[in-house]
């Protein structure tokens, strides 16, 4: 996988294991040992590649305190940025309490892969009023050049037509099924907005502000009708 990324073009991963979703839990202090350990083996096999730890943390009641506990993992544990994953197929109630919370302690939520949420699909003002919270949206390169379907392409582009979209991200899962490449989403990024440096800003100025701890420029949401 990190061979593959870097033949895109790609330098830096931010690796963001699961965890608390039902089926994963990844601590902390275990997701940045086993970071650290990989980034090693990754030097000794001369493969440029830098490694940040994080973790793509599911939706849960409390979330703040699972930061401070070490159970959800921040982007380089700095407690600036979290990955936070919604269910597939629903919204659950407190999700806006939970973001403004976590905002009031200086951490800003980043919203992985809402164009594969069934209930935002259908009405994009959910993602709007998220992101009109302050809450960053990122989605992933395989939505946008149709690996999950027409569908999901179709609403990742509206996303991105109403500036909904701030980061886009390889979401990888394996070499081949789920690689980590972006290069190809970029394209059809900078074609469909006719704005190539826009796209850009998507996969490097946004993410290095995230991983500085700084707060990137990202456009103002539109309100969808």
Same mark, same amino acid.
């Given at each position: 996988?990190?061979?593959?990324?870097?033949?895109?073009?790609?330098?830096?991963? $931010?690796?963001?294991?699961?965890?608390?979703?039902?089926?994963?839990?990844?601590?902390?202090?275990?997701?940045?040992?086993?970071?650290?350990?990989?980034?090693?083996?990754?030097?000794?096999?001369?493969?440029?590649?830098?490694? *940040?730890?994080?973790?793509?943390?599911?939706? *849960?009641?409390?979330?703040?305190?699972?930061?401070?506990?070490?159970?959800?993992?921040?982007?380089?544990?700095?407690?600036?940025?979290?990955?936070?994953?919604?269910?597939?197929?629903?919204?659950?109630?407190? %999700?806006?309490?939970?973001?403004?919370?976590?905002?009031?302690?200086?951490?800003?939520?980043?919203?992985? +892969?809402?164009?594969?949420?069934?209930?935002?699909? +259908?009405?994009?003002?959910?993602?709007?009023?998220? %992101?009109?919270?302050? #809450?960053?949206?990122?989605?992933? #390169?395989?939505?946008?050049?149709?690996?999950?379907?027409?569908?999901?392409?179709?609403?990742? &582009?509206?996303?991105?037509?109403?500036?909904? $979209?701030?980061?886009?991200?390889?979401?990888?899962?394996?070499?081949?099924?789920?690689?980590?490449?972006?290069?190809?989403?970029? &394209?059809?990024?900078?074609?469909?907005?006719?704005?190539?440096?826009?796209?850009?800003?998507?996969?490097?100025? $946004?993410?290095?502000?995230?991983?500085?701890?700084?707060?990137?420029?990202?456009?103002?949401?539109?309100?969808?009708?």
């Amino acid at each position: 996988m990190a061979r593959r990324a870097v033949e895109d073009g790609i330098h830096t991963i $931010v690796a963001t294991p699961h965890t608390l979703n039902g089926i994963y839990v990844n601590t902390a202090k275990e997701i940045i040992s086993k970071v650290d350990a990989l980034q090693k083996i990754l030097s000794n096999n001369h493969i440029q590649i830098h490694l *940040c730890a994080a973790s793509d943390v599911h939706l *849960c009641p409390h979330m703040l305190g699972l930061v401070d506990s070490g159970d959800a993992l921040t982007i380089n544990d700095s407690k600036r940025y979290i990955l936070l994953e919604l269910p597939s197929q629903a919204i659950p109630k407190g %999700v806006k309490d939970e973001i403004f919370e976590l905002q009031l302690n200086g951490i800003t939520p980043i919203i992985t +892969h809402p164009e594969r949420n069934a209930m935002i699909q +259908h009405d994009l003002n959910i993602l709007y009023d998220l %992101v009109s919270m302050g #809450a960053l949206s990122q989605i992933t #390169a395989m939505s946008l050049t149709g690996e999950f379907g027409v569908f999901v392409k179709r609403a990742t &582009e509206i996303m991105l037509k109403k500036r909904l $979209v701030h980061i886009i991200a390889s979401d990888a899962h394996s070499s081949d099924n789920r690689p980590p490449v972006l290069s190809r989403a970029v &394209e059809h990024t900078a074609e469909f907005l006719g704005n190539y440096e826009e796209a850009m800003r998507m996969v490097t100025e $946004v993410p290095a502000a995230i991983l500085a701890g700084a707060m990137p420029d990202v456009p103002e949401p539109v309100h969808t009708k």
